[in-house]
């Protein structure tokens, strides 16, 4: 069982940034990365990496937001700059070990105008 902890969600002013991070207990994984959802809508995908290719990112966040890795430490974070009011929304970090799926608890994140 893989668990996922993510953390780094909070309320920020339009314009302003937010780092998310998710902590893995595994190294392992063939993909992972990052959903949202908003209030009435369906989750979508933020980004996502692979263990041998670059990052792929909605077309929304793109140039704005940036995945990284640390190692080390097994944990993913998604450094989110130039917010809009239209990012708000809860921040599910995922993972992919093999053929099963695995979720974080989700982090709010809520951008003001």
């Known amino acids: 069982q893989v668990q996922l902890v993510e953390s780094g969600g909070g309320l920020v002013q339009a314009g302003g940034s937010l780092r998310l991070s998710c902590a893995a207990s595994?190294?392992?994984?063939?993909?992972m990365g990052w959903y949202r959802q908003a209030p009435g809508k369906q989750r979508e995908l933020v980004v996502m990496i692979t263990s041998s290719s670059r990052p792929s990112y909605a077309d929304s966040v793109k140039g704005r937001f940036t995945i990284s890795r640390d190692n080390a430490k097994n944990t993913v974070y998604l450094q989110m700059n130039s917010l809009q009011l239209e990012d708000t929304g809860v921040y599910y970090c995922?993972?992919?070990?093999?053929?099963?799926?695995?979720w974080g608890q989700g982090t709010q994140v809520t951008v003001s105008s």
């Open positions: 595994t190294s392992i994984f063939n993909r």
């Open positions: 995922y993972a992919q070990v093999r053929i099963d799926e695995y």
